[in-house]
């Protein structure tokens, strides 16, 4: 299996040698709570050249090893992961798994023009509003003017502290522009 390129479609718990050739489309550094200078973990989002995405993290003993092998937007062969459960409260993708790196993940930058390009998934506004078709645990993009916010704002659930800002946009998203070229 380890010799041939995998699809994201493919992945399942039963393997732990996937080899995947996938574009970095989102990278972040979780921080970690109690020493917020130090990141916790490295979440990226992966995607095959179907479009298929897939969340992977970085753990804090591998960020070392990885952080300098990796950036947004290059093209990898990684193989050799742990896959697990993708039962994250606000996800980065609807997939039922997620990648964790490990001492034997490996990553190899590579170099293919003909590699899908198109990583934004939009949303347009009309989504946006209509419940039905809006899903706010996960992430999406959308081009449009910053016209007003909000001061952030500390709420308290439970025992958490949530921050968050209201922000009001004026546009469109590309899609909608191309959808009526």
Known sequence: MASEINFISEINSKLMNWKLKVRIVRLWKNPDRDMPDNPFSIEIVLMNEKGDRIHASIGRSFIQRFKQEIEEMSLYLMNNFVVCSNNMKLKTKDHKF??????????????????????????TYEQLSNPQEFDNTELFDVIGEVVSYEDVQSIKQDDNIRVTTFLQLFGETLWNRLSHI
Not at 100 to 119: A, G, L, R, S, Y
């Open 98 to 123: 997620k990648l964790m790196f490990t001492h034997k993940t490996t990553v190899d930058e590579i170099h293919d023009p003909q590699f899908n390009m198109c990583i934004f998934k939009f949303r």
